[in-house]
């Protein structure tokens, strides 16, 4: 029972490059989310999927793209990558919306 | 939307009560505080939450004032593995946890 899985767990792009952060979970949640962590502040939220086929915005969307792939999966997409979007990118998920969030280990990502 | 003001930072000698507080003076009567704590770089980890009653789990209690304009979170017996920041939260519109800058506990033999 792995719990909530992230990969991968450190990348480099440059700016302008794209990619996929992938996050999975085992323990059958319906919500799932993604935050994103800079230096010395707290988590803000990118964006949520209340329960599969839905994705909702959170407090920082701009720049990112999400998809809800199944019910195990939510992937995190930069389509152009910039060096604001440097930052630890946690995925989380719950039973469902407005009950405790269970997070995985974090990737950490820098862009040049 | 509510929103919580924390201490900085806490010290707690080990074996001792941690008592964590939290002012979110602005809460709705519906709104439930969340404690979180993030150990190092860590993904955060749930401890508890309530709405108007206390609640007690295996980690922690949480003490909720009777007009729900502050909480305290207790570690009753702190160990050196408690050192973190704490965070405490409160539903946006019910659905966005928005993180404060917590509280970071050191606790010290």
């Known amino acids: 029972n792995a719990g909530v899985t992230q990969t991968p767990k450190f990348q480099v792009l440059k700016t302008g490059q794209s990619m996929t952060l992938q996050c999975a979970q085992d323990?059958?949640?319906?919500?799932m989310y993604w935050y994103r962590q800079d230096p010395g502040m707290g988590l803000r939220l990118i964006y949520y999927?209340?329960?599969?086929?839905?994705?909702d915005k959170g407090e920082v969307p701009n720049g990112y793209n999400v998809s809800r792939l199944n019910k195990r999966e939510f992937s995190l997409r930069l389509e152009s990558a910039a060096p604001s979007q440097t930052s630890v990118y946690f995925c989380?998920?719950?039973?469902?919306?407005?009950?405790?969030?269970?997070f995985g280990p974090g990737t950490r990502l820098l862009v040049l | 939307d509510a929103k919580t003001t924390q201490p900085t930072s806490m010290d707690c000698a080990e074996g001792r009560a941690a008592n964590l507080p939290c002012n979110h003076s602005?809460?709705?009567?519906?709104?439930?505080v969340y404690w979180y704590r993030q150990i190092h770089s860590q993904g955060p980890q749930y401890i508890i939450h309530?709405?108007?009653n206390n609640e007690t789990n295996e980690m922690a209690s949480l003490i909720i004032t009777e007009d729900r304009k502050s909480s305290t979170l207790i570690l009753p017996h702190a160990t050196l593995r408690d050192t973190a920041v704490y965070y405490c939260?409160?539903?946006?519109?019910?659905?966005?946890?928005?993180f404060g800058a917590g509280t970071r506990l050191t606790v010290k033999p």
């Open positions: 999927s209340a329960s599969e086929g839905t994705t």
């Open positions: 602005t809460i709705s009567g519906n709104e439930y």
């Open positions: 323990m059958n949640h319906n919500s």
């Open positions: 309530g709405l108007k």
């Open positions: 939260i409160v539903l946006y519109n019910n659905n966005d946890m928005r």
């Open positions: 989380a998920t719950g039973v469902e919306i407005r009950r405790p969030q269970y």
